[in-house]
C-alpha cells in the first residue's frame, strides 16, 4: 500500500534504505580513497526519520559554521539532497587534497571550494549510484551548488523546498574513516513522497 509520508515507512523500508547507504558509503569511500590518496572507511551508517527540529538537534549546535553541497534529483526521483561537511571533516580534505593544515569557511578561494564540491558530488552521486543499481530508477542530478552557512541556516533550504510534501526529513549518518580519524558526516535525502513510493515499489517493499 502506498504510503502518505515519510513517517509511515516501515521497517522493511528502511532497512533498504540502510542498504543503500551502506552500499553508497563504500563505493563513496573508495572514491575518496583514490582522490585523497588514503585509507578510507566508513561505519555501517544510520538511516533516521526526523522532524525538521530533531534533525536540527542531531546535527548540533545551529550556529556552527559548516559548508554544504546541494543538488536536486529528477527523473523517476523527485527531491533533493544535501551533504554537510563540518569544519573538521572540511581540514582534513584540504589537508589531504592541497596541503594546508585548515580551511577558514569565511575566506575561501576557487581551489577550495572546487576541492570541497568535487569531493560532496562524489559523496553524493556515490548513493545515487547505489540507490539506482538496488532499485533500477533512473535519477539525473543538477550541477551541485556549494554553500557556507550556520546549521541552522543550511536546514532552512530543505525545509523551504520539502516542506509541502511532509514535516519529515531523512537523514544518514554515518562516520568516515580517514586514515583512522573517524569524521563526522550527513546525508540529507529528500525525495518527495510520490518518489519515495516509485522506489519502494521498485524495491518491492510495497506492492505496485
Known amino acids: 500500500m502506498a504510503i502518505q509520508k515519510y513517517e509511515e515507512m516501515g521497517d522493511l523500508a528502511i532497512d533498504m534504505l540502510k ?3 551502506s552500499i553508497g558509503g563504500g563505493n563513496a569511500a573508495t572514491a575518496l580513497s583514490s582522490m585523497l590518496n588514503a585509507k578510507v572507511n566508513m561505519a555501517l551508517p544510520e538511516v533516521k526519520i526526523l522532524g ?3 534533525a536540527l538537534n542531531l ?3 545551529p550556529e556552527e559554521l559548516v559548508a554544504a553541497i546541494f543538488v536536486e534529483m529528477s527523473g523517476e526521483l523527485n527531491g533533493v539532497m544535501l551533504f ?5 571533516f572540511s581540514d582534513e580534505i584540504v589537508q589531504k587534497m592541497l596541503g594546508k ?5 569565511m575566506e575561501m578561494d576557487e581551489i577550495d571550494t572546487s576541492v570541497l564540491t568535487e569531493i560532496g558530488n562524489i559523496v553524493i552521486s556515490s548513493y545515487i549510484t547505489a540507490m539506482s543499481s538496488l532499485s533500477n530508477v533512473e535519477v539525473e ?5 556549494f554553500t557556507v552557512n550556520m546549521q541552522g541556516g543550511i536546514m532552512s533550504v530543505p525545509i523551504a523546498i520539502m516542506g509541502q510534501h511532509s514535516d519529515r526529513i531523512m537523514m544518514i549518518t554515518g562516520k568516515f574513516k580517514i586514515d583512522g580519524k ?7 535525502l529528500l525525495p518527495d513522497v510520490e518518489s519515495l513510493n516509485v522506489l519502494m515499489k521498485k524495491l518491492g517493499v510495497i506492492d505496485g
Request: hydrophobic share 45%; no cysteine.
Open 19 to 21: 542498504e543503500i547507504g
Open 84 to 88: 554537510i561537511l563540518t569544519k573538521e
Open 141 to 145: 542530478l543538477s550541477v551541485p551548488q
Open 182 to 188: 573517524a569524521l563526522n558526516s550527513n546525508m540529507l
Open 52 to 54: 525538521f527540529n530533531a
Open 59 to 61: 546535527l548540533g549546535d
Open 101 to 105: 593544515p585548515s580551511i577558514d569557511f
